[in-house]
């Protein structure tokens, strides 16, 4: 599960697509395309330059100006991980552990040899369940797949200062509800790609067609019926209906399919008091579909589950079945070169044991202490936007105020360095044996802070990673190493460049904390209404006006973008934007306003910012990411979001009857 991740982290950007290619921060004529005026299409003007310099390369469904900071990243990482295997490391180290998973991913030869050989037991196990063995089988799979649901341990968003446990829908292979349940061209493509992955996937692990074709047909039937309950990505949003406290007596009586005790102490969680189960309707159908499918079709579902995690590290003719699903859903057409997908498993299982190396080698002193400059200058701006608002009362921005004060500020990496003594990396077994393990470790280090006291000071992302993150449960903004570099950060760019990429990323994560999910936690974390009744009435007016203007942009043929369920983002792209314009008026450049390559810093500031989200982009992924990505696609993050803000508009001297012009009574401020 990936609830700190996946549910309360309100983060910058989705996943990334990586490529190649020396970047800076700040406005570049190289970048521009200036046969297109500013006034007519300013994310063409602004990047139409880049794109044209970068062709999307077979490799990508996305590649971006952004996601060029994510390549060097990684080969950043690719040279230190490179550096530790050429030495011997004693066994059990970090250094060993961190090169021999690597390693191991690299070994294509033991890898095509071994076959499905690494899962052979774990097949079995699944084929010689007895009806009573379900629950302890879904547990045992839940640290490292989520048949069915899934279960997390995080902060109470009742009572942020205790951890709880929470249940989760879950059991989706395609991951996303809608590709179940809609009946669009790409959707239908897509659904019929996934049954025969299914079928191909099963056959190598070593199941005859008849089987595989009988097991794709079970999945699908029971992922469909999930799929059929579960909450759109938009009613995600809503939190509040996910708070729903049940005893361990009313989850065995609403899912008595499952034996909950056999299935927590399987989990690690042996003495559970009670829990919140976000929803409800997804808890019921488990049940239903346990109490009503046949025990070959539940293990049926859970072998293509199994199969499906354990694919990744297995043989190369896996990872072709793999990256052919992927092809179909994302439009790449060819898959990333195997040091990368290596790379990302320590990567991502021993990360901060890598980002303390990262950080080390990479992370100068003097960028931290930079950027604690430029967070308490935004939280000063954000304050004076707080203060300046027309349409909030007194006693709510008070409250808000205390709120902004209480920021918990995370910049580079930990104080306080993860332990991962606990895990063994021993090369004489499987790659999957070894992820299975580490996997193993992490659930249970996870789920034994059940019932302790949050400990604030750990992070939701490594010091490596490529984006920032606002968690409104710790009321924290965070913003680690990996992300402070061009083309969003350069310790030698001019303000302007850097309050319109890195700043305005600092005033978004702030502004998180006062969208319409972050809005309604209070400074301690907790999810409790702090507003007054006609505050609250006047900023859903606000946002519904923000999401009707994203609803009308049509992103790809008859294709509208979701303005709700991208809501939270576009408050925070618009805040970001102000709060940094904001903040950078008080600086001694702003006031000396001199012009640079052409460009006023006014200029330079709004160009740096479209610069940050220049990309090129297939069909299929723009189809993927209305659907599936809370942020909107990087063109209307660009050109939606400026059509708000004054200062843009002077800046580039747009006036009625410019395409980029919208009338100030049709302009959206909310923070």
């Not at 509208?560 to 991208?566: I, K, L, Y």
């Given at each position: 599960m990936?609830?700190?991740?996946?549910?309360m982290?309100?983060?910058?950007?989705g996943?990334?697509?990586?490529?190649a290619?020396?970047?800076?921060?700040?406005a570049?004529?190289?970048?521009?395309?200036?046969?297109?005026s500013?006034?007519?299409?300013?994310?063409?003007?602004?990047?139409g330059?880049?794109?044209?310099k970068?062709?999307?390369?077979?490799e990508?469904?996305?590649?971006?100006?952004?996601?060029?900071l994510?390549?060097?990243?990684q080969?950043?990482?690719?040279?230190?991980?490179e550096?530790?295997r050429?030495?011997?490391?004693?066994?059990?180290t970090?250094a060993q552990?961190i090169s021999?998973?690597?390693?191991?991913?690299?070994d294509n030869?033991?890898?095509?040899?071994e076959?499905?050989?690494?899962?052979?037991?774990?097949?079995k196990?699944i084929e010689n369940?007895q009806?009573g063995?379900?629950?302890?089988?879904?547990?045992w799979?839940?640290?490292f797949?989520?048949?069915?649901?899934?279960?997390?341990v995080m902060?109470?968003?009742?009572n942020?200062?205790?951890?709880?446990?929470?249940w989760?829908?879950?059991?989706?292979?395609l991951?996303?509800r809608d590709?179940?349940?809609?009946?669009?061209?790409q959707?239908v493509k897509?659904?019929?790609?996934?049954?025969?992955?299914?079928?191909?996937?099963?056959e190598?692990?070593?199941f005859?067609?008849?089987?595989a074709?009988q097991?794709?047909?079970?999945?699908?039937?029971?992922?469909?019926?999930?799929?059929k309950?579960a909450?759109?990505?938009t009613?995600?949003?809503d939190?509040?209906?996910?708070?729903n406290?049940?005893?361990?007596?009313?989850?065995?009586?609403?899912?008595p399919a499952i034996?909950?005790s056999t299935?927590?102490k399987g989990v690690?969680l042996?003495?559970v008091?009670?829990l919140?189960v976000?929803?409800?309707k997804?808890?019921?159908?488990?049940?239903?579909?346990?109490?009503?499918?046949?025990?070959?079709?539940?293990?049926d579902?859970?072998?293509?589950h199994l199969?499906?995690?354990a694919?990744d590290?297995l043989g190369n003719n896996?990872?072709k079945?793999?990256?052919e699903?992927?092809?179909?859903?994302?439009?790449?057409?060819?898959d990333?070169?195997?040091?990368?997908?290596?790379l990302?498993?320590?990567?991502?299982?021993?990360?901060e044991?890598?980002g303390?190396l990262?950080?080390?080698k990479?992370f100068?002193?003097?960028?931290?202490?930079?950027?604690?400059e430029l967070?308490?200058n935004?939280?000063?701006?954000?304050?004076?936007?707080?203060?300046?608002l027309?349409?909030?009362?007194?006693a709510?921005k008070?409250?808000?105020?205390?709120?902004?004060?209480a920021?918990?500020?995370?910049?580079?990496?930990?104080?306080k360095w993860?332990?991962?003594?606990?895990?063994?990396?021993?090369?004489n077994?499987?790659y999957w044996?070894?992820?299975k393990?580490a996997?193993?470790?992490h659930?249970k280090?996870?789920?034994?802070k059940?019932?302790k006291?949050?400990d604030?000071?750990?992070?939701?992302?490594?010091p490596?990673t490529?984006?920032?993150?606002?968690?409104?449960?710790t009321?924290?903004?965070?913003?680690?190493a990996?992300?402070l570099?061009?083309?969003?950060?350069s310790?030698?760019?001019?303000d302007?460049?850097?309050?319109?990429?890195i700043?305005?990323?600092?005033?978004h994560?702030?502004?998180?904390?006062?969208?319409d999910?972050?809005?309604n936690?209070?400074?301690n974390?907790?999810?409790q209404?702090?507003?007054?009744?006609?505050?609250?009435?006047?900023?859903?007016?606000?946002a519904?006006?923000?999401?009707?203007?994203?609803?009308k942009i049509?992103?790809l043929g008859?294709?509208?973008?979701?303005?709700?369920?991208?809501l939270?983002?576009?408050?925070?792209?618009?805040?970001?934007?102000?709060?940094?314009w904001?903040?950078?008026?008080?600086?001694?450049?702003?006031?000396?306003n001199?012009?640079?390559?052409?460009?006023?810093?006014?200029?330079?500031f709004y160009?740096?910012?479209?610069?940050?989200?220049?990309?090129?982009?297939?069909?299929?992924?723009i189809?993927?990411r209305?659907?599936?990505?809370?942020?909107?696609?990087?063109?209307w993050?660009v050109?939606?979001t400026?059509?708000?803000i004054?200062t843009?508009y002077?800046?580039?001297?747009?006036?009625?009857g410019?395409?980029?012009?919208?009338?100030?009574?049709?302009r959206?401020?909310i923070?």
């Open positions: 990936k609830f700190k991740h996946g549910v982290l309100l983060a910058l950007t996943a990334m697509a990586l490529n290619e020396p970047t800076r921060t700040g570049h004529r190289e970048n521009l395309d200036e046969s297109i500013p006034k007519t299409d300013f994310y063409q003007y602004a990047c330059g880049w794109q044209k970068n062709p999307l390369k077979p990508y469904s996305r590649y971006g100006s952004f996601d060029v994510g390549e060097n990243n080969k950043q990482l690719f040279d230190l991980v550096s530790l050429g030495t011997k490391h004693a066994y059990g970090v552990k021999d998973l690597y390693t191991m991913g690299m030869e033991k890898l095509d040899k076959g499905a050989a690494p899962i052979a037991a774990d097949i196990r369940a009806a063995d379900i629950s302890e089988l879904i547990a799979m839940h640290s797949s989520s048949p069915f649901f899934g279960t997390g902060a109470d968003m009742m942020s200062d205790m951890n709880i446990l929470y989760g829908e879950g059991g989706l292979g991951g996303n590709y179940y349940t809609e009946n669009d061209p959707t897509i659904r019929s790609a996934y049954k025969n992955f299914i079928v191909e996937l099963t190598l692990a070593g005859n067609e008849e089987r074709q097991i794709s047909k079970n999945v699908m039937k029971i992922e469909t019926a999930l799929a309950v909450m759109t990505e009613e995600k949003r939190l509040a209906v996910q708070y406290m049940y005893t361990l007596a009313d989850l065995q009586k609403a899912c034996d909950w299935y927590l690690y042996p003495v008091d009670d919140c976000m929803q409800p997804s808890l019921s159908k488990v049940n239903e579909l346990l109490l009503t499918c046949n025990l070959q079709e539940i293990k579902y859970m072998l293509f199969i499906n995690s694919s590290y896996f990872r079945v793999n990256f699903m992927s092809r179909v859903i994302s439009g790449a057409e060819e990333q070169p195997q040091w990368k997908r290596a990302a498993v320590p990567n991502g299982l021993l990360g044991a890598l303390q990262y950080v080390e990479y100068p002193a003097e960028s931290k202490q930079r950027m604690l967070v308490g935004l939280q000063k701006a954000l304050g004076e936007h707080i203060q300046n027309t349409w909030m009362s007194d709510t008070a409250k808000a105020i205390e709120k902004l004060n920021f918990y500020v995370k910049v580079g990496y930990p104080d993860k332990d991962y003594s606990g895990i063994e990396i021993n090369p077994l499987s044996a070894n992820v393990a996997s193993l470790f659930m280090e996870a789920n034994a059940y019932g006291e949050v604030r000071s750990e992070w939701g992302m490594t490596q490529v984006n920032a993150y606002y968690n409104p449960m009321n924290e903004i965070c913003f680690p990996g992300i570099q061009a083309p969003f950060f310790p030698d760019a001019l302007a460049d850097n309050y319109g990429a700043g305005v990323v600092i005033g994560e702030m502004t998180h904390g006062f969208d999910m972050g809005r936690f209070d400074k974390g907790n999810m209404n702090w507003w007054a009744e006609e505050d609250a009435e006047m900023f859903n007016k606000l519904d006006k923000l999401v009707a203007q994203f609803d049509i992103v008859d294709q509208h973008a979701n303005g709700r369920f991208t939270g983002e576009n408050i925070a792209d618009q805040g970001g934007l102000r709060l940094a904001t903040a950078y008026q008080k600086t001694q450049e702003a006031k000396e001199k012009t640079v390559d052409g460009f006023t810093p006014a200029q330079r160009l740096s910012y479209a610069h940050v989200w220049a990309d090129n982009i297939r069909d299929a992924e189809l993927r209305t659907t599936t990505d809370p942020h909107s696609l990087g063109r993050r050109n939606a400026l059509k708000n004054d843009f002077k800046a580039f001297d747009i006036k009625e410019d395409a980029m012009y919208l009338a100030p009574e049709d959206v401020v923070w």
